[in-house]
């Protein structure tokens, strides 16, 4: 289905870099559902460079709501958000050498020339702003429904963040930073790394890791649209993404299923696990705890140090000395699209589960 | 869409551990396309138990195709192949408790007590055979068209095999070994690790590494349908896969974009990347280079040691002996089942991207 | 998606006329509903060839639920049944003759002769003796939930059966009628004209008209996703079926506004409609009143005169003398398929609306 | 999928009818087709209101296509097409007393009062302006693959047209005319029927008949997607339809199999049939024949005659005296609805066969 994801809540994408507008269409909301622009606002601030760790191209983010939205609340009917490019600086790339890490070449694959490959065009990062727009409208919907979600940055480089602690506060205190780190302590030394790479032309990547409470037991299918499943679905598109892994996922390989398995226990009259390792998911369905991941971002491909490609119009090998304007790590401003991500998968499968009255 | 994955070909699962039949229709498949029935045999005798590293439950997996294929080729019509359950003894289960690390919980949440839970119903890892057998379809088709997928045990606790040196050589290698490991003296050491924990009730994880080659670049879609998003969502439906990671994957945090960035340059007037962090994925398009994941497979939730869990029914913690016939790990087993599935997405990719008659 | 329908409850469809088995796999119906096995049989046997009106071939239509039942119940995982070919005479049929008016050429088209053209394979109506036991589950399902389905021979030829007076009863009467015409004497009429075409060699068609009533109102979507599209996109699978109206449909021709519209009324504290050309859905969506749909079916095209063809191994014309058996009319017989398709789109639409709990 | 029609070219829809934009995302067409905004202009004309036969209400309909265009030409991202509302009065509609034959009442029950009544809000005829805006570049884009699309008023009253004699001409000819009738003689007493019903604050249906040539033969599927049912499914999304018929359609029950069946003949070294009753479409394949269809278009139910209804609000019988602007007769603005959807369908339909590179 190409650019649209979800069944019952699907949210469909489109814009370029440099054209007019990006914007999603957000279809499938319950009706009655209170719009919180300033939430949105605040969430599209979060994706917004900062400073020195971030590019130089800083958008307004302006959005409209243009339907799907009658008297401050979702009228159940399609939610289109439009949002202007307007900071383009369009003399900035060279089309015909693809920049290595990027799109442009299997774009070129795909598209056999006809992409509108200024500013990576429909494969930037730029696009991430509509979903974390329309994400903005999922993740109070499930606010409003006891559901929480938070994003820290893990790791970058040799540089950890302790892990959640006291999940319904950790989330809360990251939702206002935005430089989301739960040790602030290590907040200073990953920033500084970042800025130590990007003083060399270079740049940096890292570790994000989610965690969603409040979600009820049962959610989910056995076998493809497990909850698993869908959500790395959608958290591979965000660009720089290659690896997605739930509860202890690699760290899997190291233990033993005595150690593994988490252990049952009722508590006030509910049943919950005493460890985590299955990250809130078993058998592909949510258990009633924690739903925990952890995505991998890789360092942004832009750098400013030569490198090598090929001139795609003369079949040669060739160097790239890229300028423009770029991030020498996206990590904490990729942060908002994960939990955006999740949020607009999470009301798909709840509205699968409960009908399209749900999560209202 | 449930127990159905894929768009232009899609296979559809359904059966219990302990019912008559499990089976797959899978529908999409381009007509005339030869079906090599011993090649579907070698494949589940793959994921076939093995002596001691493995449960004692032994099926023949006898399949019997019903539709879809005429005069020993496809017709281009759904293929159904229904496999029976002959080896069943169901008085190994107590159903009110749930085994800590299996879906018996979350089954209890979603179908609310009418589940089979006899042998773990549809979410045994017996429902895989039917994913095989699909599987093997899909893999000998690609191998028609000159595509072809391996995977290997890259680690079982601290025991490494080591990565693809030779991609064609080391899949064709690995297509014939029961316990698929490139470095033959690590296979030893796995096995011994695998026989200790079982002698002590307890099981293993691991990690398998997948490469696929001959894939066409220009396949896939940069928002949500990428490659990577497709493989990872099929892929989260084995039994017991917690993280799959594309090329350097979680890796990727330890990497200046430098290192990680994959330079292009013509070979033999092709274009190629001298490095393949990026797993044969740019923009979730392939780029022609070998298409490498990983998946964390989770230790074997079914071990022979006392572990705590609650009783369903009383509402009460209490203690769990399992007995019956358990494996102390399924990674080499699962190996089978993560090539037919990614075998059975990119069969779907390369219809939707060609047209219905291929991949022929 | 092919041979599969369905969003919320999905069914999938394998088999060819003179293979081993045909079936379907029944997915994302709720747990805990009661499988009545006899009604299965009942409804089989409403499609199954009647005496002179119908062909020679009679099949006893055993079928076998493999999985997705435990304890007479649904388990809410597929439910798979396959019904056993077992009355097959493959002699008949001259495969590089198409017979006018069937699919043997446009399965020629898209097969490219790899097609199971042995009795119509995949397009034969034998196909929907599968549809019809998947059906009979959901048409039980909405009965457990006030919803009732029935179809009477609206017209054949010139002969005009009532329409439906009380929805309930007719309803009732209809269930158990093998020729399902609410006027018994129009119904010796009828079958007069199928034998009386049948000594002919050849064959009618004619209307069907169903009703539905107890469905909630606010079912369905504003676009693409209308009950009638729903409806529509699934009745016309039904081989023979080239027309679907609803309410007044082509008689909106004949009408002014003045009569079409449906006027409102306060009945009992429920808002009612006084007539029903709207059929039951207004903007897609139900409005509370009966569904009154009606099918156009064509005369079997089998028939037992000379017909001109061509021959597609010579790239010739040439004539067509068909033997084998074949039915004078299947508009009897597609009723239970009418039904059948229609209760399968509806546990879709309500399972939609109302969360996969539902219908129950 | 609600909102969002199609599997490989697929369109999503948003919009009210006095919301600030109306919309379409049009997502998988190929690249590099050239988009011919006059078309775009032309075609929308065609559905603008015509002097005393219809609305008052008059919108400019300018278009911005903000995505998915490059160098004038498709990039194969998505295409996102919007329409700015500019002439609105909202004081015009009374949401509490639903409008007879009107989709207020359904919302109502669906949206729980939260929709935007507004003018039908996304239940309003307005919305087709984003289908025929998407459609007319599939219409271009068939066209350039040589297949094309037309359609006439077949019937208004009593009042019929003749059907197509030469599809080329014909559908040349029906492509300028805003009033689309191929018998000039008849397109007057077709007006002055309008005007009469319009003179008593009436209105009045029809029957459109529309014709595709030139589709390869081998397109479609045999259950459920058929080329009739995929068709359909989109066509009854169309305010005011409410039948829709393929080739002799409901004309089948007055036919024998004899005079019913399409006999096959070479013509050119190509297979052709001699009669097209079954409407190019055998088995639920294109055969290579003209698609022809026709769909039954209720009169509007805006008429400005006093009418029964009720206060939902009150719970209790009212009167309606609409005031407002609104079409006597919406059959000749449907025209160009109608070749759009098919249009839209029909490159869906080949994109599934063919390849995302088709149609080009």
Known sequence: MKNTFGQSVAVTLFGESHGEYIGAVLDGLAPGLVIDEAFIRHQLSLRRPQGKIST???????????????????????????????????????????????????AECKYHGYQDARGGGHFSGRITAALV??????????????????????????ICDRTFHSYESDIE?????????????????????????????????????????????????????TVEGMLSHALFSIPAIKGVEFGTGFGMADLRGSQANDAFRMENGRVVTTTNHNGGVN??????????????????????????????????????????????????????????????VLCDLLALRFGTDFPK
Chains 1, 2, 3, 4 share one sequence.
């Open 56 to 106: 130089a191209r800083v958008e307004a983010d302006e959005f409209h709501i243009v339907s799907g939205v009658f008297n401050g609340k979702t009228t159940g009917t399609p939610l289109c958000i439009l949002i202007p490019n307007t900071n383009i600086r369009s003399g900035d790339y060279t089309p015909n050498i693809p920049r290595p890490g990027h799109a442009d070449y299997t």
């Open 173 to 225: 205190t990251l939702a206002d930073l935005a430089f989301p780190v739960l040790d602030s302590s290590k907040a200073d030394m990953m920033r500084a790394c970042i800025e130590d790479a990007a003083s060399e032309g270079d740049s940096v990547g890292g570790i994000l890791e989610t965690a969603i409470i409040g979600l009820p037991a049962g959610v989910g299918e056995p076998w493809f649209d």
């Open 133 to 158: 727009a329309a994400g903005a409208i999922a993740i109070s919907i499930l606010r409003q429904n006891g559901i929480l979600i938070g994003t820290h940055i893990s790791r970058i480089s040799d």
């Open 283 to 344: 058998g592909g369905i949510t258990n009633g705890m924690p739903v925990v991941f952890r995505c991998a971002v890789k360092p942004t491909p832009s750098i400013f140090q030569e490198q090598e490609s090929v001139d795609l119009a003369k079949g040669e090998n060739t160097t790239l000395n890229l300028s423009g304007r770029h991030d020498p790590a996206i990590i904490h401003r990729a942060r908002v699209v994960v939990d955006s991500v999740a949020a607009l």
